[in-house]
Nanobody, 116 residues
Framework: QVQVVESGGGLVQPGGSLRLSCTAS????????MTWYRQTPGKERELVTS????????NYADSLKGRFTISRDNAKNTVYLQMNWVKPDDTGVYYC?????????WGQGTQVTVSS
């Protein structure tokens, strides 16, 4: 069955960096786009960034361009989210999503807390 597992969250100071990972299984990873979402306190889940199946095409929320970078390693079935210059507003739960044959699969999320 399809599984999506996020990791790498934690506590980071404002202005710092963090790299999240998402490892997937149960489908041919290199065939599908992958997406990161986040849910920050008091807000609905929002799209952060997505990456095409071969990693060439990426898409970012306008507010995050320049600070966050998505990448993937198809040999490792893993997608990454590099977060730089983080702000307290980046605090939230970050989720990885795989849409496989019309079905959405989510991980359990990884908590990111930006605080001094």
């Amino acid at each position: 069955q399809v599984q999506v597992v996020e990791s790498g969250g934690g506590l980071v100071q404002p202005g710092g960096s963090l790299r999240l990972s998402c490892t997937a299984s149960g489908f041919t990873f290199g065939y599908y786009a992958m997406t990161w979402y986040r849910q920050t306190p008091g807000k609905e889940r929002e799209l952060v960034t997505s990456i095409g199946s071969d990693g060439r095409r990426t898409n970012y929320a306008d507010s995050l361009k320049g600070r966050f970078t998505i990448s993937r390693d198809n040999a490792k079935n893993t997608v990454y989210l590099q977060m730089n210059w983080v702000k307290p507003d980046d605090t939230g739960v970050y989720y990885c999503n795989a849409k496989v044959l019309g079905h959405n699969y989510w991980g359990q999320g990884t908590q990111v807390t930006v605080s001094s």
